[in-house]
């Protein structure tokens, strides 16, 4: 039977589970399996926290960067297939395509990179600077392609002739941030010029502020700990009979695509242990 409306405030263990409501109902069982998804507020897991278990305390997961400057509002849309977004001061980075849009910094490289580093930036209440190398090749290298282009394209124009298979628009904003003037050629660009935009090509500094989520929503990292349950079989190691699946427990991947699996596959997992647990008593009534 499926009872909706019927929220979740307490589950007992006795001889046998009891499952208590908020409207007053309570139902009884040999087995419960929690799936609940994940919530923003540790509070929500006071009646888990209430069976022994302990709750790594849920914070934010998979999101998007805003830009405190809006620096490039004006380039919404244009997609880099090959970036790399690191955080200032830390070990923290992830390379593949960027994407800039109205409010900042997404794609996959933003999205990886907050997954990996959603504790510390939980830590520092989303405020942090982000370094951009919108060329995915080392500083040294960039700048040794940048020179080579002093004499292979010298009568070309800079603003008409993106490097490193950037987009033209991008690329006309790095080289007017480098100060070089329109009309300039490679052969007549000065040495201070051919720093900047280096600079601005393989470390863009952008002063994020706050994060982003499409319609409110984020994966959660936290939830049970994973020590306290059977991998094998999803149950708890602290409660027999008591199993858990999906986003309640402490797991989060890189991408919405892991966090589906992991939910299907942890359900799948756990409904055959309960499955094999029944069948080894069958004259119980489940």
């Known amino acids: 039977e499926i009872h909706r409306g019927a929220a979740v405030i307490s589950i007992e263990r006795n001889s046998e589970f009891s499952v208590h409501s908020a409207d007053g109902r309570s139902w009884r069982s040999k087995r419960v399996l929690i799936a609940v998804g994940g919530y923003n507020q540790a509070d929500a897991y006071n009646w888990i926290r209430a069976l022994g278990h302990t709750v790594v305390p849920p914070i934010p997961s998979l999101f998007t960067f ?12 244009i997609a880099v297939p090959a970036g790399e977004v690191r955080i200032a001061s830390t070990k923290f980075s992830q390379r593949g395509p960027l994407l800039i849009t109205h409010w900042g910094l997404s794609g996959p490289a933003v999205i990886k990179l907050s997954a990996w580093a959603a504790t510390y930036l939980h830590e520092q209440q ?40 950037l987009p033209q628009r991008l690329w006309v904003r790095l080289c007017e941030w480098s100060d070089i003037p329109e009309p300039r050629i490679w052969s007549e660009v000065s040495n201070r010029e051919m720093n900047r935009l280096a600079e601005h090509l393989a470390n863009t500094v952008i002063h994020v502020s706050g994060k982003t989520t499409f319609k409110e929503e984020f994966v959660t990292c936290g939830g049970v700990e994973l020590s306290e349950v059977n991998t094998s079989s999803l149950e708890s190691k602290l409660v027999a009979g008591l199993y858990f699946a999906g986003e309640v427990l402490n797991v989060d991947g890189e991408t919405g695509g892991f966090n589906f699996q992991a939910a299907w596959t942890t359900a799948y997992l756990a409904a055959q242990a309960i499955n094999n647990s029944i069948r080894a008593f069958p004259g119980e009534q489940e």
């Open 126 to 165: 989303y405020q942090f600077d982000a370094r951009v190398n919108w060329t995915g090749e080392p500083d040294t290298r960039c700048r040794e392609t940048l020179a080579t282009a002093k004499t292979s394209r010298a009568r070309q124009k800079i603003y008409g002739h993106p490097m490193f298979n």
């Open 66 to 77: 805003n830009d405190k400057e809006r620096k490039f509002k004006e380039l919404m849309g």
